[in-house]
């Protein structure tokens, strides 16, 4: 057996005694016991997490703030300041997974309805905290 | 390389779409069918991608209701069961981050093969146990598209829908990681 075959071979095991080791009724009675007893926006969202409470906190910031700060760019007479904020820099003290949290988070309520995502997770995984607040910074405009 | 095939036949997605339209009208049953179709090959994918077996039910469990809220996201640009494996994904990621961070590597799922004789199955369990090691050690894409070619035997096209990407980039990922895996098999 050659090393593709081999490898084939192998990856195609993977997984498997454990999968046939899950009692696929007793998930569809979970399944449905949690449908049930659910509603959509609690089980969408949990928010009962503490994280969430604070990243829900920095995305109101961030969309409310960039929304105020483009208005103030493209009419500059209406407001009292010109000089552009950035909400980001309020971010500061959340960690990098927060911060990769609130780009996932803030990505799926831009593409809600679109079915698909614009900030590839992957591509997250890979930046530092100072990477992902010059992400965030970038979509403020 | 030769076309790897999947170990259990994909259910026919027409079905899958006429179960899906029942589950939207409130067909508890519709959702229970879905469910039998396609928790196992979720259970494979996910304890191949490095979920514990302990946690395994629960992480089944958690992709199957997303999905399931989730289904009205869902618009046949693959099959459901492709669209199911990479929100199975997306919750072991998460689970891993709960985790702390940890790289989740299935401990438990390292039984030999089961023919074969004593030699072969000992050598077999040995060769899954540092594929599931080297799986687990994989970027994220890489790991997903690997999963989804070798161990589901999809096609690219739909590997490349199903994780937003170009079938191309797909075949790229599937390439490096096939090198990295082959490396720590010999």
């Known amino acids: 057996m050659n ?21 696929v009724e ?11 007893a659910e509603p959509l926006s609690a089980s969408r969202w949990s928010w009962r997490q503490p994280s969430w409470l604070r990243i829900a906190a920095a995305l109101v910031i961030l969309v409310g703030g960039g929304f105020i700060g483009r208005r103030l760019l493209v009419h500059p007479g209406t407001g009292a300041h010109k000089v552009a904020h950035f909400v980001s820099d309020d971010l500061r003290d959340l960690s990098a997974d927060q911060l990769r949290d609130v780009l996932t988070t803030l990505d799926e309520t831009l593409d809600l309805g679109k079915g698909s995502t614009t900030i590839p997770d992957a591509d997250l995984e890979d930046l530092d905290a100072q990477q992902l607040r010059v992400v965030l910074r970038s979509l403020e405009g | ?13 027409a079905a899958d779409a006429a179960l899906i339209a029942a589950w939207r009208g409130g067909d508890e049953q519709a959702a229970a069918e879905l469910v ?8 494979r994918f996910l304890a191949g991608a490095g979920a514990p077996e302990a946690d395994l039910d629960d992480l089944v469990q958690e992709a199957l209701i997303r999905a399931f809220r989730a ?4 618009r046949g640009q693959c099959q459901f069961r492709t669209w199911l494996l990479t929100i199975g994904g997306n919750v072991l990621k998460d689970h891993g981050r709960r985790a702390g961070r940890h790289k989740v590597v299935a401990l438990d799922d390292r039984l030999p093969a089961r023919d074969g004789n004593p030699h072969e199955r000992a050598e077999a369990g040995e060769a899954e146990e540092r594929l599931s090691v080297g799986v687990g050690a994989l970027p994220r894409l890489q790991r997903e598209v690997f999963l989804l070619r070798a161990q589901q ?15 191309g980039a797909a075949r790229v990922h599937y390439h490096h990681a096939v090198k990295r895996l082959k490396e720590l098999l010999q």
């Open chain 1, 26 to 36: 007793r998930t569809v009675a979970a399944v449905l016991e949690r449908l049930r």
């Open chain 2, 36 to 43: 039998r179709r396609h928790a196992r090959a979720l259970a």
């Open chain 2, 71 to 74: 289904v009205d996201r869902f």
């Open chain 2, 153 to 167: 035997g999809l096609e690219y096209a739909e590997i490349a829908v199903a994780l937003d990407t170009t079938e």
């Open chain 2, 1 to 13: 390389m030769a076309q790897p095939q999947p170990i259990a036949a994909t259910p026919s997605p």
């Open chain 1, 3 to 23: 090393d593709d075959a081999k490898l084939e071979a192998t990856a195609q095991r993977l997984g498997a005694q454990a999968a046939e080791r899950l009692n």
